[in-house]
């Protein structure tokens, strides 16, 4: 019996040294397998960095194509890290390559392991996409998708230009709408545009009612805005009401005269066709006095019944202010011998004062003969002052 406890006593013993050896070693052992990783993460974190500092070098350098090859090579070495893939895409996109772009962002959007933030950004630089390539329908739906996001006050704002290029402007009153509740300020200037223009439809439809009323409501919307004042003069004109096209246009001269000269001559041929052109003559020569027009003085003019009276009015221009429009029109009225070279005179002047007639955007400097509530050119909106060139 002695003999067999001997033994298992040893054993027990013999084992219990090993398991206190071994931890140790197993301590040891994954310590340094901890360093090896680390070390091959650090060579690894070199090796990416290499590639995105040089693409960001070509970028600084105005060098895109060198710039997106180190990209793509940083993004073949790290898969994983999106801010590299924002950076292609963005590039792809700023040197007109929308497809390779999307191609980014949408691979960026298939990914499981993005965060929201990340998630909600993609979606961002995806609309943007679709809206510089033109895809206007599509750009619209990656919009809606920004709802609720940081991204969403940008875009509501491309989509109120998506809706303004397509002229829908039931939809971009209802941005308009959401927008003026943002921290973006006050749209109901823009609103009341929106307006104006749905009221121009309905009078080309023949729904002068409608017209009137939408017209209406953009007044009470806008009161210091000029356009829906002018808008609804015309078309009061147009339908027989000039006594009501008279007051909205005193209306305009009171809330803003500084929009005055683009309805001088309106007022000027309603107060003849209505015999009160005495009235209007004082109006206008008052405004007149206050802030000197061209567009003023010809409506002055116009309603003068003295000849040598208006000619008067250019003369008296003339003293205050310079101006080759004025004097053309002024020398136009001169009685010379020799008719021929009058004439001659006359047209050089004519074809010398058609630019300084146009008016002048001054958000883009796009000109025009007309005056534009929205830019042609830039598509801002009030960007047109009511004075010609030459008076600026």
Same mark, same amino acid.
Request: proline residues 4%; hydrophobic residues 40%.
């Given at each position: 019996?002695?003999?067999?406890?001997?033994?298992?006593?040893?054993?027990?013993?013999?084992?219990?040294?090993?398991?206190?050896?071994?931890?140790?070693?197993?301590?040891?052992?994954?310590? %340094?397998? /901890? !360093?090896? *990783? #680390?070390? +091959?993460?650090?060579?690894?974190?070199? &090796?990416?960095?290499? @590639?995105?500092?040089?693409?960001?070098?070509?970028?600084?350098?105005?060098?895109?194509?060198?710039?997106?090859?180190?990209?793509?090579?940083?993004?073949?070495?790290?898969?994983?890290?999106?801010?590299?893939?924002?950076?292609?895409?963005?590039?792809?996109?700023?040197?007109?390559?929308?497809?390779?772009?999307?191609?980014?962002?949408?691979? %960026?959007? /298939? !990914?499981? *392991? #993005?965060? +929201?933030?990340?998630?909600?950004?993609? &979606?961002?630089?995806? @609309?943007?996409?679709?809206?510089?390539?033109?895809?206007?329908?599509?750009?619209?739906?990656?919009?809606?998708?920004?709802?609720?996001?940081?991204?969403?006050?940008?875009?509501?704002?491309?989509?109120?230009?998506?809706?303004?290029?397509?002229?829908?402007?039931?939809?971009?009153?209802?941005?308009?709408?959401?927008?003026?509740?943002?921290? %973006?300020? /006050?749209?109901?200037?823009?609103?009341?545009?929106?307006?104006?223009?749905?009221?121009?439809?309905? @009078?080309?439809?023949?729904?002068?009612?409608?017209?009137?009323?939408?017209?209406?409501?953009?007044?009470?919307?806008?009161?210091?805005?000029?356009?829906?004042?002018?808008?609804?003069?015309?078309?009061?004109?147009?339908?027989?009401?000039?006594?009501?096209?008279?007051?909205?246009?005193?209306?305009?001269?009171?809330?803003?005269?500084?929009? %005055?000269?683009?309805?001088?001559?309106?007022?000027?041929?309603?107060?003849?066709?209505?015999?009160?052109?005495?009235?209007?003559?004082?109006?206008?020569?008052?405004?007149?006095?206050?802030?000197?027009?061209?567009?003023?003085?010809?409506?002055?003019?116009?309603?003068?019944?003295?000849?040598?009276?208006?000619?008067?009015?250019?003369?008296?221009?003339?003293?205050?202010?310079?101006?080759?429009?004025?004097?053309?029109?002024?020398?136009?009225?001169?009685?010379?011998?020799?008719?021929?070279?009058?004439?001659?005179?006359?047209?050089?002047?004519?074809?010398?004062?058609?630019?300084?007639?146009?008016?002048?955007?001054?958000?883009?400097?796009?000109?025009?003969?007309?005056?534009?509530?929205?830019?042609?050119?830039?598509?801002?909106?009030?960007?047109?002052?009511?004075?010609?060139?030459?008076?600026?």
């Amino acid at each position: 019996m002695e003999l067999t406890k001997i033994p298992l006593r040893f054993t027990m013993e013999f084992d219990f040294t090993w398991v206190l050896l071994g931890f140790p070693v197993a301590f040891t052992l994954g310590w %340094l397998a /901890s !360093r090896l *990783d #680390l070390r +091959q993460l650090r060579i690894e974190n070199r &090796q990416a960095p290499k @590639a995105y500092f040089k693409g960001l070098n070509f970028l600084l350098n105005e060098q895109q194509d060198q710039a997106i090859d180190a990209f793509i090579e940083a993004v073949q070495n790290d898969p994983d890290t999106s801010e590299l893939h924002f950076a292609l895409g963005n590039l792809f996109r700023r040197r007109g390559e929308y497809e390779r772009a999307v191609r980014v962002h949408e691979h %960026l959007m /298939s !990914r499981g *392991d #993005l965060t +929201q933030p990340e998630r909600d950004r993609a &979606q961002h630089a995806l @609309a943007l996409d679709f809206l510089k390539a033109g895809l206007l329908d599509r750009a619209e739906a990656a919009l809606r998708k920004l709802e609720g996001t940081p991204f969403e006050e940008e875009a509501r704002l491309a989509l109120l230009s998506i809706y303004e290029r397509s002229r829908d402007w039931t939809k971009a009153t209802e941005i308009a709408a959401r927008l003026g509740k943002s921290s %973006l300020g /006050s749209f109901s200037t823009r609103r009341a545009h929106y307006l104006c223009e749905q009221a121009i439809a309905s @009078a080309a439809a023949g729904d002068s009612g409608k017209a009137v009323s939408t017209l209406m409501e953009a007044v009470a919307m806008a009161p210091a805005s000029a356009r829906p004042l002018i808008d609804l003069a015309k078309l009061q004109n147009q339908l027989g009401q000039p006594q009501d096209a008279l007051r909205t246009l005193l209306e305009l001269e009171k809330t803003v005269p500084q929009a %005055l000269p683009l309805a001088a001559g309106m007022m000027a041929s309603i107060a003849q066709d209505s015999g009160q052109q005495q009235g209007m003559l004082e109006l206008l020569t008052t405004s007149y006095e206050q802030t000197p027009s061209i567009d003023v003085i010809e409506a002055i003019v116009k309603l003068e019944e003295d000849p040598v009276a208006s000619r008067r009015w250019y003369a008296k221009h003339l003293e205050r202010e310079a101006s080759l429009v004025v004097a053309s029109k002024w020398f136009a009225g001169e009685k010379l011998e020799d008719e021929h070279h009058h004439a001659l005179v006359q047209r050089a002047l004519d074809q010398a004062t058609k630019p300084l007639m146009r008016y002048r955007c001054a958000a883009c400097g796009f000109e025009a003969t007309q005056h534009f509530w929205h830019c042609p050119g830039c598509q801002a909106w009030d960007s047109y002052p009511a004075r010609r060139i030459e008076e600026l």
